[in-house]
């Protein structure tokens, strides 16, 4: 394989020959998602124990396609930049009927963000990068490999876990426990709890090949490729990936009723790549063969334990959902639990965890389910649909946007919800931000990195904004006794309109609008985000 699998070191841990005192946090499972949940914590001076039963990175490419408002994430957590240097960045797919280009589509057509729409980077290096970054950590991130979490009980104010090791076995407490052991989740499976969704019969053969010349036309434009009815695999799809290392990852539908076993075979994969690559010498790197799930868990948040990414929830890979999506959990429980753990907050913000990313893994549910159900029509009528608008779209624009091979992640809207104060803006309460170029006299920097990671009130044009404390402040085209900044280009003030405030949450996302705005208003919203009026409602 392309990769060197060195596997990390496993360190007998304190409670084989001790009691430890109580974590604040343990988190099951060291994939990307559980690692981003322990840097988020840490990075709020939060404590977790991270236990996984594996030491090497996951085998094979995985999750690859990350989106730019998870290497927003990233880049808060401290290793975006390092991802984006390694990823291979592309932003235009072109989708195929047969062996005609019927569509291709620009996901960021305009300038003046820090990053670009999409990159492919394989999981096994998010994870090598995230573990790097939790050493950074060594007073806030006990990372414990080849620690099996076999057991677990809900004592209603904290968690007792029974862990195995090659050493032998022994009980931790945590105040609270977070689950991220992917989709096969044993912390689910022991509290007996059930996904609901849907499971589609049709089956997918992901290989990933290293190859020396590329298969795209353009060797220097990296594109994403997707075929309906393609000449090398007639009446499937198919779709097509560049990933850093000469490694590219393709994607093949195969029967309902096939034999997942066998067709992941080297026999049987080698001649459907070679359909495709022609006589391009290539090497096999990885294959597997997988059917789509979208499913959730009805509830995340099950007292003291609660569910991040694929333990909650699992969307098929079209689109780029899963990985994304599990990111961006971590993006809205770290800032909570911080806070309900330094008693800045009361403990039932955490069910607005479940709330709002319940929300988002509904949306990318029902996004992934349309995109199974166009690419894999079920029906006679289904399949007539697919046919014309395939048909349409080689000459008619508005056949176009009905073309679904994916629809790729975007973050989703918090509009409306407990956290959020009502208002009204070209950014609305609830929405993620959007990135923009800042100048100032000692530099140039981006909005996400004035905002992310604490509350933060940004005055765009000629606004004023009260001085308060626990709220950062920064002028963005003012001049003022606190940070200020001018819009490169204009694009802050183009994205976000002049004259007006913004609160941002903790995790970029906008909880407040005003016009103008006033300390009592601000406050107010602060309070709000951090779950004032749920204790009111509950008392």
Request: overall charge negative; glycine content about 8%.
């Amino acid at each position: 394989m392309a990769y060197d699998y060195t596997p990390f070191p496993y360190v007998a841990p304190p409670g084989l020959t001790g009691t430890e005192p109580r974590h604040a946090v343990a988190i099951v499972g060291a994939g990307p998602i559980g690692l981003a949940m322990a840097v988020d914590l840490a990075q709020r001076g939060i404590r977790s124990v991270v236990l996984d039963d594996n030491n090497v990175v996951s085998i094979g490419s995985r999750a690859i396609c990350w989106s730019k408002r998870t290497l927003e994430i990233f880049d808060r957590l401290g290793i975006g930049q390092r991802m984006l240097e390694k990823g291979v960045t592309w932003k235009v797919g072109r989708q195929f009927y047969g062996d005609r280009e019927v569509y291709n589509f620009d996901l960021l057509p305009e300038d003046g963000h820090k990053y670009p729409a999409f990159i492919n980077l394989q999981q096994y290096y998010v994870e090598e990068y995230l573990v790097d970054r939790a050493g950074e950590f060594p007073e806030l991130i006990d990372l414990r490999f080849k620690n099996k979490v076999v057991g677990h009980q809900d004592k209603g104010d904290f968690v007792a876990l029974q862990i195995e090791t090659p050493d032998g076995e022994y009980q931790i407490e945590a105040d609270y426990l977070i689950a991220c052991d992917g989709a096969g989740s044993a912390t689910r499976q022991r509290m007996g709890l059930e996904f609901s969704g849907q499971t589609f019969e049709e089956q997918f053969l992901i290989a990933d090949i290293e190859m020396e010349q590329s298969p795209f036309g353009d060797e220097d434009v990296p594109e994403r490729w997707f075929w309906f009815d393609p000449p090398f695999h007639p009446g499937k799809s198919a779709l097509l990936h560049m990933q850093p290392d000469n490694i590219y990852r393709i994607d093949l539908q195969l029967d309902a009723d096939a034999d997942g076993k066998a067709e992941a075979a080297e026999d049987k994969v080698v001649p459907r790549i070679k359909a495709i690559v022609g006589d391009k010498p290539f090497k096999l790197d990885w294959v597997s063969v997988y059917k789509f799930r979208c499913i959730k868990l009805d509830q995340m948040v099950h007292n003291r334990v609660i569910f991040v990414g694929d333990s909650a929830h699992v969307v098929s890979p079209f689109g780029a959902r899963g990985g994304n999506g599990g990111i961006q959990d971590v993006d809205n429980l770290g800032w909570k639990l911080a806070a309900v753990l330094t008693d800045n907050a009361p403990a039932s913000l955490i069910r607005t965890y479940h709330q709002e990313r319940s929300h988002g893994a509904a949306e990318n549910i029902k996004n992934s389910s349309r995109s199974t159900n166009f690419m894999t029509p079920k029906t006679p009528i289904e399949a007539l649909f697919r046919a014309e608008a395939l048909t349409l779209a080689q000459d008619q624009p508005f056949a176009q946007k009905l073309l679904n091979s994916g629809r790729l992640s975007v973050p989703c809207s918090l509009e409306g919800m407990d956290l959020q104060t009502p208002g009204t803006a070209q950014v609305a309460p609830g929405r993620a931000l959007i990135d923009a170029p800042l100048e100032s006299e000692t530099g140039t920097s981006w909005l996400l990195n004035e905002v992310q990671g604490q509350f933060t009130l940004v005055g765009f044009g000629d606004v004023v904004l009260p001085n308060l404390p626990s709220v950062r402040r920064i002028g963005i085209n003012q001049r003022a006794d606190y940070p200020c900044f001018t819009a490169t280009n204009g694009h802050a003030i183009r994205r976000y309109g002049s004259g007006k405030a913004y609160l941002f949450r903790p995790d970029g996302h906008v909880c407040a609008v005003f016009d103008p705005p006033t300390e009592q208003s601000v406050l107010a919203a602060r309070a709000r985000a951090l779950g004032a009026e749920l204790e009111e409602s509950a008392a």
